[in-house]
């Protein structure tokens, strides 16, 4: 088995997917403290804000190949056939499109943390950014909670 | 780089992507033609979904930096507390309307 069938493999995809949105909820997570107490340089928010933006792109990269590959074929039949079909109905169909909103929100605060911290305090947005960077947080834990709440569907169907 | 104008730009465009993904969800659950045409596009009804949400994301942002003049600090915090509210609302829609698609309520 070569690499690229092994990045490609249904356990390692999901792992992928987990764990790089993992990463982007506690980068937001942090930006979120670091905004609010006014600590850390211009600098270590800007590489904060890149991290969970590019950990929200890996995750959702990842979680899309796994969801158009294998999901409809393998795990979709079992939740619609098993005792609970509405998780995929509602909670499946709602995860994977408000995903959508996730990388237009982080790119928007990884845009707010550009600025200098006097032109954030001139512009009142300090506030603004926490809240949105708690926004993008508050996303992804939502969408991890549906995913976990399918992944228990499918196992227990 | 104007930045305020960078940030204004984002979130306009943030806002007109969440309310782009939500009317194209709902519709294309509504109108099978729609949702075929989405799936011939890539193969993939959510992946073309994903393409043109990321497209739109983009294009918009870029048209509104150039095309719009130096927002003000007013219209830069409207924006973002609409981008705020765009996506508690659109959370909400899209959790309402597949709730209520299941319960075939429409």
Redesign the interface.
Same mark, same amino acid.
């Given at each position: 088995m070569d690499l690229l069938a092994i990045i490609q493999s249904k356990p390692v995809l999901i792992g992928f997917h987990l764990g790089f949105a993992i990463v982007g909820i506690d980068a937001f997570l942090w930006l979120l403290g670091k905004l609010k107490g006014d600590g850390g340089s211009r600098k270590s928010m800007i590489g904060t804000a890149v991290i969970g933006v590019g950990a929200f792109i890996a995750s959702?990269l990842a979680g899309?190949y796994y969801?158009?590959v294998y999901y409809?074929k393998l795990v979709r039949p079992i939740i619609k056939g098993g005792t609970a079909p509405?998780v995929h109905?509602?909670i499946m169909?709602?995860k994977?499109?408000?995903f959508?909103?996730i990388?237009?929100?982080a790119?928007?605060v990884l845009?707010?943390t550009?600025?200098e911290k006097g032109?954030l305090e001139?512009?009142?947005?300090r506030r603004?950014a926490w809240?949105?960077s708690g926004?993008v947080a508050m996303?992804g834990l939502?969408i991890g909670a549906m995913g976990f709440i399918i992944s228990a569907a499918a196992r227990w169907a | 780089?104007n #930045?305020?104008r960078?940030?204004f730009s984002?979130?306009v465009?943030?806002i007109i992507?969440?309310v782009y993904?939500?009317v194209i969800?709902i519709w294309a659950e509504l109108s099978l033609p729609l949702k075929n045409w989405l799936t011939n596009f890539s193969?993939?009804h959510?992946?073309s #979904?994903?393409i043109f949400?990321?497209l739109l994301?983009a294009v918009v942002t870029i048209i509104i930096y150039f095309v719009s003049r130096d927002s003000s600090?007013n219209n830069?915090?409207k924006a973002?507390?609409l981008?705020?509210v765009f996506?508690?609302l659109?959370?909400i829609a899209?959790?309402a309307f597949?709730?209520g698609?299941?319960f075939k309520l429409f």
């Open positions: 959702w899309g969801y158009v409809g509405w109905n509602i169909e709602t994977e499109h408000i959508l909103f990388i237009p929100l790119v928007t845009c707010i550009f600025l032109d001139r512009l009142k947005l603004l809240l949105l926004a996303l939502l | 780089m #930045k305020p960078l940030i984002s979130a465009s943030a992507t969440i993904a939500v969800t193969g993939h959510w992946t #979904k994903s949400s990321v994301y600090e830069l915090r973002l507390i981008l705020l996506t508690v659109g959370t899209l959790t597949f709730t698609h299941h």
